[in-house]
């Protein structure tokens, strides 16, 4: 299918529309909300997508009411908005380093959302809630401490990739560190949640997720087109009017942000962040940060291997954290292959 671009006037508005971008952004959403539909009713007590329909409308019985609003429901909104906010942040760390490799997973942003979360864990014995505290406030050192340490006359490119892996390579020892100092209860503990995992999520980690994606997705799409431009080298950009390092400062701490609360919610959940922005640009075949769809992206992805976790292995259930892990380390060295080829590494 060809691409399309339509300009739409509203007054002295214009707002130029890429059809097959569209396109897929509404696919890529049908394939969310219907994947959460058949998610939720998966399960020990199946209950078909009518009556989940039903149910979610008000017009279920007790019994369902309280399988899918209670128990279901949120497991499958943690999902989305994780999904959704790893998907988002990847497109924008790779958009801003101009590499396919500037992910969190590779810039080290989940390693440090980990390390918060193992300091209280394994020195505190904190609470879930405090777990994930400690990994928002790990991941936001993490992102503060790459960005400084990437800093020369601004953040260019391959910089803060070189710099991500560094610090992600040290966060990574700590990690280790920190787990052989802990008893083998906290162990155990740490070990799950470094995993991954959507099991047991509830309503307390729907709000706090929502709530910071209802913030910070409209800036970021806001400052959709001054990223673009940024795509261009900083000196058009400047000759454009883009504000370059206080839009790039902007955005790396919305992506830094939604980073560490997805990470807060569900643990580290790989590869989502990597694969979801490269998979929407090639589904768009659109130049640029293709936001919106690497949002839709990887809500699809996460609900999508949640479902195979619990369905594709027979009786056992895994991590989603271990099937993201399994598909994105593959796609990963197709990707390097490419890249290789292509002569960009």
Not at 181 to 190: E, T
Not at 284 to 301: D, F, H, I, K, V
């Amino acid at each position: 299918m060809r691409t399309t671009n339509r300009s739409l006037r509203t007054g002295g508005l214009s707002v130029r529309l890429d059809v097959r971008a569209v396109i897929v952004v509404v696919a890529l959403l049908a394939v969310a909300l219907a994947g959460s539909v058949v998610l939720i009713g998966t399960g020990d007590f199946p209950i078909p997508a009518g009556d989940v329909l039903r149910t979610l409308l008000g017009e279920g019985d007790a019994g369902q009411e309280f399988i899918v609003t209670e128990l279901r429901l949120p497991r499958v909104l943690v999902g989305l908005l994780v999904g959704a906010s790893l998907g988002l942040g990847g497109a924008l760390f790779q958009s801003i380093s101009r590499n396919p490799l500037g992910s969190p997973d590779v810039l080290g942003l989940g390693q440090g959302a980990t390390a918060g979360a193992l300091v209280v864990i394994v020195l505190f014995s904190g609470t879930a809630g405090q777990v994930a505290a400690g990994a928002l406030v790990g991941g936001l050192a993490t992102g503060f401490a790459i960005y400084v340490l990437a800093w020369k006359r601004g953040v260019h490119g391959y910089r803060l990739v070189l710099v991500g892996i560094g610090v992600s390579a040290i966060v990574t020892a700590v990690n280790g560190y920190l787990l052989t100092k802990s008893d083998i209860v906290d162990a155990a503990r740490a070990l799950v949640w470094m995993t991954g995992s959507l099991d047991g999520r509830d309503w307390e980690q729907v709000w706090p997720l929502l709530g910071l994606c209802a913030v910070l997705v409209p800036l970021v799409l806001a400052n959709g087109r001054g990223l673009r431009m940024m795509e261009m080298g900083d000196d058009v950009s400047y000759a454009l009017g883009v504000r370059v390092e206080r839009v790039r400062l902007l955005l790396m701490v919305a992506a830094v942000l939604l980073t560490a609360s997805a990470t807060a919610a569900a643990g580290p959940v790989g590869f989502v962040a990597l694969t979801a922005p490269q998979l929407a640009r090639r589904l768009t075949r659109s130049p640029g940060p293709n936001l919106l769809a690497s949002l839709c992206m990887g809500a699809a992805l996460l609900i999508v291997a949640d479902w195979a976790s619990q369905r594709a292995f027979g009786s056992e259930q895994l991590p989603v954290g271990v099937v993201t892990g399994v598909l994105g380390g593959v796609y990963l060295l197709w990707l390097l292959v490419t890249e290789r080829r292509a002569g960009r590494i």
